[in-house]
């Protein structure tokens, strides 16, 4: 690479919260045109260092260098003023107005007295959503749209200012394939127009692809910065976290006891139709598919989130109907869902308090709740799942992805489930925590627990299932054993190509 | 998409629709309870009113800035009340007698301005110490309210200004003076809303804050406006009312943050900010006057009239529930 003047800089950025040393020294240079992944387990110190470059938190320690000029970043206000722009992983948009409006929030072009100049905006928003090449236009409103074309509205944000630095924090999370295709070519666009891209995300396929460097962080320092070209998935993530990742299927079996739960039929208007499936007891079964393809619906409605419109679910044999949550919480159906921080846990609540939520009502001591109860079953748990927390005083939301997840695992196995439903377990958790997880699940199937995996990465439906159910399009297209599966036939299947059928 | 457009345009639509029920029962009901020979749906009663529903109406307007901002401000009655004392009370300051008529103008401006202060005090504290305006504006109602008694005690405060009178019931077509500053201040806060940056933002700031943040509006400074400009419209307010009538209890404007309210989700605004239209709120003030006018048309006494407006509001933050419900495989919450 021939000298280039870095568009960012950061040098020796030192970062403390009380108790934790979050940044240690973390130095990372962005080049024009270049695309710099940076990787590290959750808790190693990204987002933060996001944060400090974003103004959110001041650095106790170091400089951010922006085209040689230091500066002190006082706000996003002033990064956006510098040519940085930030596109977040939690979506920041205003659903109720347009997406016109929510791509220009902040900066919405005026004419005199303050009006905005709506045509201005207009033709504007238009330019850029072409280039995105998206199926709505600047007048939609964001709140119609889903998840995915949101997160679109947040990406064509970053193209609206003559942008220095675009920092992509985990783009892809809620993308479709077809989608995502789209954001890499918008990256290349940048790339090309000498824009330095910050790309940070889990998914190692992504990063081979597009990036040039990755700098890796641990436990809050900087590990090392190597060319993508020099290097593979095991060396970044022996970076991360220096031990090997595995890949494999799973093989073993454990003894498979009667059928826990079974449906027939089930369908749920035009979300997913015709579905039938059952879960054994020691069984874990995994439903893999595109987003969208109305795997989690299923999950949803199993835990009586959603009134299915036709079909039936049996339980030990017997029909039942699920009303709501507490119907299945009484018939031993727990859910760990999707969105963990807001469907799973009370972020601002201790870590006792979040794993005994569904069954404090039992807990009590005359009227009081009885405190030596929950810390009991919170112990119990916290060395169940090898939970790591200073104590069950920490608030849930200080602790990693990981530990989150498991607190709501935890919160669910001291309910004594038949049928152990988890969505995404191991969304935005660092690949160290990630075989924990699955190494859990499977050990819970072998406790004898059925248990149901919904997911969207391959491997973890490879590694954690005994059969894995491919659906597209709201159907399901086939059931695989894990012996008969293959990445090739799981493609396929969920593609909507049912000619592995046959074969 | 289509069926989003459909129900937008069912929820926009339901305030005249109700409105046009209201009238129809009314002018039928009239004909067999009213005592009066008049009917109801008549120019003048119409005209009148409009006009009675001006001081609650202009409030509203302002109401509806503040809580698509996603705040609400409850002191609104206590600097209603508070500025027409400022006003009326003015007029005996001796220099402001010396004036003669032209003390009229010079008291309306004291009377703003303690309503854009009071306001912008509201708006200072929501800003710099982040306190939820329920609780600031609760604490300032209080206030407020408690200056108004320090004032004169429990005496009303009276001031007869024959001009003012006139001005205040002076009439363009029969519209009088109030009605058409309820009219040009909808339209003014209408247009700003939907046609500035900073009626944008508002909707913005509302409806997610932290976008807001991200995006770099100043949220603070831009609360800070709106609670100054629901202060100048509380004043105003008081300002079109009490030029016409020249006496003040310590207790009037009480309850006016809650009819304001009212009106406000009644026009289809949202409680948690975001979303809302001032000409909602428009509709959602005719409505609440229609009831009261025509449930006292039909004979019916003040209580009465409370227990159906506080049903009907129940009624139709239901059904805007039950609208906003997309389907049977919704998920439950």
Redesign the interface.
């Known amino acids: 690479m021939t000298e280039k003047t870095p568009v960012l800089r950061l040098e020796g950025i030192v970062k403390t919260f009380p108790g934790v040393r979050a940044l240690d020294g973390v130095s990372l240079t962005l080049l024009p045109g270049e695309v710099h992944a940076l990787m590290g387990e959750n808790g190693a110190g990204k987002s933060t260092l996001m944060k400090v470059l974003g103004g959110i938190y001041q650095p106790d320690e170091g400089q951010i260098i922006v085209d040689e000029q230091p500066v002190v970043m006082s706000?996003?206000?002033e990064a956006?003023a510098k040519g940085i722009v930030?596109i977040?992983q939690e979506l920041?948009?205003?659903?109720?107005?347009s997406v016109a409006?929510?791509i220009y929030?902040?900066?919405?072009p005026?004419k005199r007295?303050?009006?905005?100049d709506w045509a201005q905006l207009e033709a504007n928003t238009n330019k850029i959503l072409k280039k995105l090449n998206v199926g709505f236009n600047a007048k939609?409103?964001v709140g119609?749209l889903s998840i995915a074309n949101q997160q679109m509205v947040e990406i064509a944000r970053a193209l609206t200012v003559d942008a220095k630095a675009v920092i992509f924090d985990e783009p892809t999370a809620s993308l479709t394939d077809a989608e995502k295709v789209v954001l890499f070519e918008v990256i290349a666009d940048l790339q090309s127009q000498g824009v330095g891209i910050a790309y940070i995300s889990h998914r190692m396929e992504e990063i081979f692809k597009i990036t040039d460097r990755i700098s890796v962080l641990r436990d809050g320092q900087y590990q090392g910065t190597v060319n993508t070209a020099d290097t593979d998935e095991e060396g970044v993530t022996q970076m991360m976290i220096g031990r090997k990742l595995d890949l494999s299927r799973n093989e073993s079996h454990h003894e498979l006891g009667e059928v826990a739960i079974e449906v027939r039929g089930l369908s749920?208007?035009n979300?997913y139709h015709d579905v039938s499936f059952e879960v054994r007891r020691g069984e874990v079964v995994g439903f893999y598919g595109l987003v969208g393809a109305g795997r989690t619906e299923i999950a949803?409605t199993l835990f009586?989130?959603?009134?299915p419109?036709a079909g039936t679910i049996l339980m030990n044999g017997e029909e039942v109907t699920i009303q709501?949550p507490a119907d299945a919480i009484a018939r031993g159906i727990s859910l760990v869902p999707e969105d963990r921080k807001g469907q799973g846990l009370v972020l601002g609540m201790n870590c006792r308090d979040n794993m005994t939520l569904p069954q404090v009502g039992d807990l009590t001591a005359g009227p009081f709740v009885s405190d030596g109860a929950e810390v009991a079953i919170f112990d119990q748990y916290r060395d169940k799942l090898d939970i790591r927390t200073p104590g069950w005083r920490q608030t849930v939301g200080n602790l990693s992805g990981g530990n989150q997840q498991k607190i709501v695992i935890g919160k669910w196995l001291s309910m004594h489930p038949n049928v152990l439903i988890v969505d995404e377990p191991t969304r935005g958790i660092d690949v160290g925590s990630k075989s924990e997880i699955h190494n859990l699940i499977r050990e819970l199937a072998a406790q004898g627990y059925a248990v149901i995996v919904v997911s969207s990465e391959m491997p973890e439906v490879l590694h954690v299932s005994d059969r894995i159910v491919a659906m597209y399009m709201g159907r399901i297209i086939r059931t695989f054993t894990s012996e008969e599966v293959t990445e090739d036939n799981l493609i396929q299947a969920i593609s909507g190509i049912e000619g592995g059928k046959v074969a | 998409m289509k069926s989003d457009n459909m129900s937008n345009l069912i929820k926009n639509g339901a305030i005249w629709g109700f409105i046009v029920l209201e009238l129809i029962f009314f002018q039928i009901a009239g004909e067999f309870w009213s005592l009066s020979e008049r009917a109801f749906m008549d120019l003048d009663n119409m005209l009148l009113l409009l006009k009675q529903s001006a001081p609650i109406g202009i409030i509203a307007v302002g109401m509806t800035v503040i809580m698509i901002n996603g705040n609400i401000d409850l002191s609104v009655g206590a600097t209603y009340a508070l500025c027409a004392i400022v006003m009326l009370d003015s007029m005996s300051w001796p220099f402001m007698e010396s004036l003669g008529d032209w003390a009229i103008p010079l008291a309306w401006l004291f009377a703003l301005l303690t309503g854009a202060v009071l306001g912008l005090i509201n708006g200072i504290i929501v800003w710099k110490t982040g306190v939820d305006a329920f609780i600031v504006t609760l604490g300032s109602m209080l206030g407020y309210r408690g200056l108004v008694f320090m004032y004169n005690g429990e005496n009303p405060t009276y001031h007869l200004n024959w001009t003012m009178v006139d001005i205040a019931e002076w009439d363009l077509f029969g519209v009088e003076t109030p009605a058409l500053v309820f009219l040009a201040v909808a339209l003014i806060v209408w247009f700003v809303m939907t046609r500035t940056v900073h009626g944008r933002n508002a909707y913005a700031v509302g409806n997610n804050r932290e976008a807001a943040v991200n995006a770099a509006i100043r949220v603070g400074p831009h609360m800070l406006i709106n609670f100054v400009l629901i202060g100048f419209l509380a004043a105003l307010s008081a300002v079109t009312f009490y030029s016409g009538s020249g006496s003040v209890n310590p207790n009037d404007g009480m309850l006016f943050e809650l009819w304001a309210i009212t009106a406000v989700v009644l026009g289809g605004t949202k409680l948690i900010g975001g979303a809302g239209s001032i000409v909602g709120t428009f509709g959602g003030v005719i409505a609440i006057q229609l009831l009261r006018k025509g449930l006292g048309h039909i004979g019916a006494d003040t209580a009465t009239v409370n227990l159906v407006i506080g049903l009907i509001l129940i009624a139709v933050l239901f059904l805007d529930r039950q609208l906003n419900v997309k389907g049977k495989e919704e998920l439950k919450v």
């Open positions: 706000g996003p206000l956006k930030f977040h920041s948009l205003a659903t109720e107005l409006e929510n929030l902040g900066e919405l005026r007295f303050g009006l905005v939609t409103r119609s749920c208007g979300l949803e009586g989130l959603r009134n419109s709501s």
